[in-house]
């Protein structure tokens, strides 16, 4: 006794509930003055994909105080100004702008003694640099000068890139798995119907602020990896499947 023939079926790799398929009647014809009704839709596959990046800071501020306090305020004020400028033209000649550092000075008078006080604050986007910069002005000055541990962080256009990058991953590795369960059924995948961004999620890292919130105590990596931001994205995407897999027969 022959088997009935199967029900063209689709082929679905989803990871939320689906909803239930029923089998669209043979269309007939119309009465006259309406439109013939639509034809079913072609073979779908719906599938989810998510991806997780993460962006270690692009900026770090370094804080360098320094001060003198003399009994004549002219000795006071040329004590700090001749180390400021030290560290301004140390900075110019390794490559940092001038825009990338600023200077406060605070002039007072003590008793009978006038006090200086001086703090510069420098950005950096290169990492390597700012350490040789402070390496260099620790030698050279000594215990003249108080240099803060860095402060790092990121800019916003660098969360916007990693936002971007997150979402761009997901949609790749959505992609991804749909073509390799085509590959399984020896089907062939379309064009996308639909791809929808379900769910992002961000945490860690930090946005610029005047003030670290990280223990002195830390090393440099363990402030860069307290600093690192991290993104997560879900999608959902509606592939087409176009038919069977084409193979090149061999020629014997």
Not at 86 to 102: K, L
Not at 116 to 136: H, P, Y
Not at 182 to 189: H, M
Request: proline letters at 8%; charged letters at 25%.
């Amino acid at each position: 006794m022959a088997l009935p023939a199967p029900l063209p079926a689709r082929l679905f790799a989803e990871l939320v509930p689906a909803q239930t398929q029923t089998q669209t009647p043979t269309p007939t014809a119309a009465p006259s003055g309406r439109g013939v009704p639509p034809a079913p839709p072609g073979r779908e596959m719906h599938v989810s994909g998510s991806a997780e990046l993460s962006a270690r800071p692009d900026r770090a501020r370094v804080s360098l105080r320094l001060g003198s306090r003399k009994e004549e305020a002219g000795a006071a004020r040329s004590s700090v100004a001749r180390r400021l400028e030290y560290i301004a033209q140390t900075a110019r000649q390794r490559g940092v702008p001038e825009e990338n550092m600023t200077i406060t000075e605070d002039f007072s008078r003590i008793e009978n003694t006038y006090q200086m006080e001086a703090e510069v604050c420098i950005i950096f986007s290169d990492f390597g640099k700012m350490q040789n910069i402070c390496n260099l002005l620790i030698e050279k000055l000594g215990t003249s000068i108080t240099i803060s541990p860095p402060h790092f962080y990121h800019t916003p256009g660098a969360i916007d890139t990693l936002r971007r990058q997150v979402c761009v991953a997901a949609v790749g590795n959505t992609r991804q798995k749909a073509q390799e369960v085509c590959r399984l059924f020896g089907q062939t995948l379309g064009k996308p119907l639909l791809i929808r961004e379900e769910e992002t999620k961000e945490w860690g890292g930090h946005i610029d602020s005047p003030v670290s919130n990280s223990p002195d105590s830390l090393t440099l990596q363990e402030r860069i990896q307290n600093a690192t931001a991290y993104a997560s994205c879900r999608v959902f995407a509606v592939f087409e499947i176009k038919g069977k897999e084409k193979r090149r027969s061999k020629l014997l």
